[in-house]
């Protein structure tokens, strides 16, 4: 089995510092209060960063999102935009990281007096923790394509569990995973409440027929950096895009399909249930992936 998260083993792991609330620990040494809002009921959010050839590739995007996120979640990060990217950037030095860094970034609501939902028990500042990482993509992933499968746990609606969020409560995506993984695929695909094609549990889904490139409307989707790069690739290359409604019925009559994601960039797939789809140099997806390669090597 293969994921889009695959990545090369690297021993420079082992001795990453971690930040947690001010300072900087040894990955071993790098703790949570059991307390914290996090591990008690997954009130945070999260964002992912990719440093690439001495470089946050999207870095705005990114903290747009992060700062949107924590507004949903009633969460004040209690550092500004300034004050996180310089702690990302020294994060990277501390680190020594040059190129293929991904850095998770997790604001929790902070530390509670004891486990209740409430944020009125919440006691400190929100906690912030950044994990930084050196991982490269595993080359594999891309020869060999994702094994989609259609799953039962689908996206909310909004006024559930907002799926655009990046929140730390991902069990929604957790649930969809593990379901894929029991039925023999690396990926969920999910519907959504109306059982159109939503989206998969770590990465956003595209198909092209006859040469255009479809998405869903982004509606119960995390709000996707890759995936909105994709879409503007494919206007800046006058490749037809679409972001709109469509079934599984569509999907199996695809010619192509891929997902995207902040790590791996552009993955194609070669399974959905029983459909089969080729993976080759011939085909829109890699010249999509190239494109956007180019996009980040800039
Ligand atoms: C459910 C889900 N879909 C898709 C993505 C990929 O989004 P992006 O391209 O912004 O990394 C993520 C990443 O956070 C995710 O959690």
New binding site residues.
């Given amino acids: 089995m293969v994921s889009s998260h695959d990545f090369l083993k690297d021993k420079r792991n082992k001795n990453v510092k971690i930040y947690v609330n001010g300072k900087f620990y040894h990955r071993d040494k790098a703790k949570i209060s059991v307390f914290d809002s996090s591990a008690l009921l997954g009130h945070g959010i999260w964002d ?1 960063l990719r440093y690439h050839n001495n470089k946050f590739i999207f870095l705005k995007m990114h903290l747009d999102r992060l700062y949107k996120d924590a507004k949903l979640t009633d969460i004040k990060i209690p550092l500004n935009r300034n004050q996180i990217t310089s702690l990302l950037h020294k994060t990277v030095k501390l680190n020594k990281i040059k190129t293929d860094g991904h850095l998770r970034i997790i604001v929790s609501r902070g530390i509670k007096s004891t486990p209740y939902q409430s944020p009125k028990v919440t006691v400190t500042k929100p906690s912030i923790i950044i994990i930084p990482e050196f991982k490269k993509p595993d080359t594999k992933v891309y020869k060999k394509g994702l094994k989609l499968v259609t799953v039962n746990t689908i996206r909310g609606p909004l006024n559930v569990q907002n799926p655009q969020i ?1 929140s730390l409560s991902k069990l929604n ?1 957790i649930l969809a995973c593990i379901e894929a993984q029991k039925k023999g695929a690396d990926e969920a695909l999910m519907f959504d409440i109306n059982k159109n094609i939503a ?6 889904f595209f198909f092209i027929k006859n040469n255009c490139v479809y998405t869903s409307t982004g509606k119960f ?2 709000t ?4 909105q790069k994709i879409i503007d690739i494919c206007k800046a290359k006058k490749i037809k895009v679409f972001q709109k409604n469509f079934k599984l019925k569509d999907v199996l009559e695809a010619d192509e399909a891929f997902v ?3 790590f791996a960039g552009i993955v194609g797939v070669n399974q959905i249930n029983k459909k089969k789809f080729k993976i080759n140099e011939d085909n829109l997806t890699y010249k999509l992936s190239q494109y956007y390669l180019d996009l980040i090597n800039k």
């Fill in positions: 992912s990046n995506c989206t998969c549990n770590s990465t956003h989707c995390v996707g950096i890759t995936r995207t994601g902040t």
